[in-house]
């Protein structure tokens, strides 16, 4: 399950903090949401649906109390429906529990529990966790050994937040393979799935491990090990605002995103040079580099087998994380895995680097998220430094993954100012691209291409990983099909799709490969496709062009005008670009 869970504690009233936190939540899932405080006694509303419409439904505010948890849904284990809605409680509705993953033994304690004569009344499995708390407790443990218990028999992945109508004063988290931090205010404090959600009230963070319980309540925070014995925890500062987690004006996260490309590029170029040229080494010292990842991070990874090919002249070896076990035989203690991930939270990607972490195999996460599981796991980490990327789509994230992978390939190459010269100087084109008379263009563009059904976008070399990152954002957000390929691969078979009209765009840099990818472009031109180029100048073959300052990391330029072009196709088919349907932004299940 990809869920948001959040909780709070202090002196305030509970539920518009919920509310506003819960919201910041809502990339994590939005099938449904759901509240529960305690008052006199345990309260809780719920319902299916998007958090706007049901607040608007069952107003969240009319809850009352200082100490609440809060739940935003993404269905795995049951239907949409209201009573699957977290919280979910107990038999007489005195504990309530929020909770992100999967229970994988839920059966089996839910028969147990029904032995028992505890009555269900959802199909979640999160349910076998209130009703385990109550069961403890009722056998005479206190609230937090009743978790500790519950948690240490649970399999899978959870992460869950527990409140108690008897002891009024905390919240109990527990912590399993899915992502929980406590967020430490004065007289106040937060549990949430994200640090993002609680921003605006603290920076200061304690990051819970595996399999560790804390007890929190409005001035202090007691984290325990399974076993129960408490342990001591650092309290991190998190470097992000709580203005960058805000829309700030703009209609959506993502469109925010895309025009904050004309700063996340420097961030990168501005990263410590002594941790860069420490990494640089170690990928030059390694017998065998991995790069791992999913999605638009395994594109960036695609880029990067080119990269450091050209660059470094060493070979790398891409996969996809969740394929990357069937390969793991070609690990050894020499190997360097490289886990490239925006959340830190993908669980193919967790599970790579478990494998590869067996194996004795070092791991090196490039990662946008402080604190997250990944970085928490690996052995080394590079901060992407590119702010919180909302919009569940990756648009600022992929561009900073693939500035970062420059920087590298050419710091191994000994060639670091260049790298650092080369991204500032991509930097100042970011701004160039993001022109007002080039938006309007894609704006017009968008209009004129909303009604089809198909389009194919093609490149040769580097800007084959631009092409698969530029089908993924257009299918994802537009949900028209968008297929991308390597311009010699349109004669082994793709050609056969091209009709009158067909439109085709073509990633067209100044590099050798130009000659190649034109004739390629002919062979879809002559069976009437429309070409819309995408280049650094125009080519009478273009039927569309939009031109791109040329650059030598090209790809990290190309990809802005396709991630637009998806935002504007989206706004004109009528989809909402930040919650593309079925999808969620940190998928934390296999
Ligand atoms: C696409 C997208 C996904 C993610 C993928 C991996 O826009 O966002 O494809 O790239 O789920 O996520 P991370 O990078 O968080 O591991």
Redesign the pocket.
Known sequence: MMCGIVGYIGEKKASPILLESIKKLEYRGYDSVGMSTIDDRIKILKGAGRIDDVHKRINFHSLNGNTGISHTRWATHGGVTDSNAHPQTDCKGKIAVVHNGIIENYLELKEDLIKKGHKFSSETDTEVISHMIEDYINSGKSFREAVLETSRRLQGLFAFLAINEKEKDKIIASKHRCPLVIGIGSNENFAASDVVSFLKHTNKVIFLDDDEIAEITKDSCKVFDITGKQKNKEISQVRWNSEEAQKLGHKHFMIKEILEQKETIDRVASHDRKSIEKIAKMINDAYGVFFV?????YHACISAGYIFSKITKKHVNIFLASEFPNFSHFLTKNTLMIAV??????AD?LEAVRVAKEKGVKVLALVNVMGSSLMRMSDYSLLLNAGPEIC???TKTFTSQLALIYLLAYTCAGRYEEGKKGLEDVSKKVKDVLSEENIQKIKNLANSLKDEENIYLIGRGLSYSTTLEGA??LK?VSYIHAEGLAGGELKHGTLALIERGTPCIAIVPENESRHDILSNIMEIKSRGGYIIGISNRNEDVFDFSIIIPDVEMHPILMIIPIQLLGYYLALERGCNPDFPRNLA???TVK
């Open positions: 990842a999913c999605g638009t991070s991930s925006q959340s830190g939270e993908t990607v569940v789509l990756a993924l954002k994802e932004k940190s998928v």
